[in-house]
């Protein structure tokens, strides 16, 4: 029963529901149509492209699009380095906090508690880059600065941390870091971002002239079996993650033919 309930649920919400009604669809036009022969490559292709849109949705097809991403660059055991260098994502504007307002997504919020747990065995600055710095009622929100607030709520001093807000995608991560870091003679940034958004961050800073060591966190892909897995049905976490690895498939074929922005 518990297994039933499982694809029963998983087909009629979305996005699973979108493939349950495209194949309601496909079934009720075969029924009212004559087989021709146009028709039959008509109904091939669609139901090609329906095969399609529900594997994209599943965490089988999605964690094996991420895998090659996030295992680039392994964790390192022991990261030596002078600085620790957080590139964001994304934030909320005017939501409620503890200790004010703006809320970082749940990538930089664990970007954040990694960078903590470094500061805490390195004991060196740490250096926020994201924004973009949004104006709201009065109120100034980025990545950088929310990010700073909440390193604080951990324990960690304002004066350790400095602050960029206003880049807006990796590649002005990476220049607007590599400013600071120079102006600081810091040599040897550890950074740290995402495992499946890694590479195209290494890239990024590689072209601005800035040799990091990475340390990925904030994996999405899992690494062993799971007692119930469903795998195979969609879901939006397969969906979130098959869109999430194709985007940062061509972010790093932009970033390698010189595609700025």
């Not at 999605?62 to 964001?88: C, F, S, T």
Request: overall charge positive; glycine content about 8%.
């Amino acid at each position: 029963m518990f297994y039933l309930i499982k694809i029963i649920e998983s087909l009629i919400v979305p996005p699973g529901l979108f493939v349950t009604v495209a194949i309601g669809f496909a079934l009720v036009s075969r029924r009212k149509n004559k087989k021709t022969k146009g028709r039959k490559r008509r109904v091939s292709a669609r139901w090609i492209a329906i095969a399609l849109m529900y594997f994209a949705c599943t965490t089988m097809v999605g964690n094996a699009l991420l895998r090659p991403l996030e295992d680039a660059y392994p964790q390192p055991a022991a990261p030596k380095g002078d600085v620790i260098v957080v590139l964001g994502a994304g934030f909320t504007i005017g939501t409620p906090d503890v200790d004010g307002r703006g809320n970082l997504y749940g990538d930089s919020s664990s970007r954040i508690v990694t960078a903590a747990a470094l500061y805490r065995r390195l004991h060196v600055p740490i250096l926020l880059s994201g924004g973009p710095e949004t104006v709201s009622r009065g109120v100034s929100y980025s990545f950088a600065q929310i990010g700073l607030r909440e390193l604080e709520a951990l324990g960690i001093p304002a004066r350790m941390v400095y602050v960029e807000p206003n880049s807006r995608n990796t590649e002005e991560n990476a220049a607007d870091s590599a400013v600071i870091l120079r102006s600081h003679h810091f040599a040897r940034p550890i950074l740290v971002t995402s495992a499946y958004h890694m590479p195209r961050a290494v890239m990024d800073f590689r072209r601005a002239g800035i040799q990091v060591t990475p340390y990925p966190t904030a994996y999405l892909a899992n690494r062993g079996g799971q007692r119930y897995s469903f795998v195979w049905l969609p879901s939006m976490q397969g969906l979130q993650n098959t869109y999430t690895a194709l985007r940062e498939y061509i972010g790093l074929a932009a970033t390698d033919i010189g595609i700025r922005g």
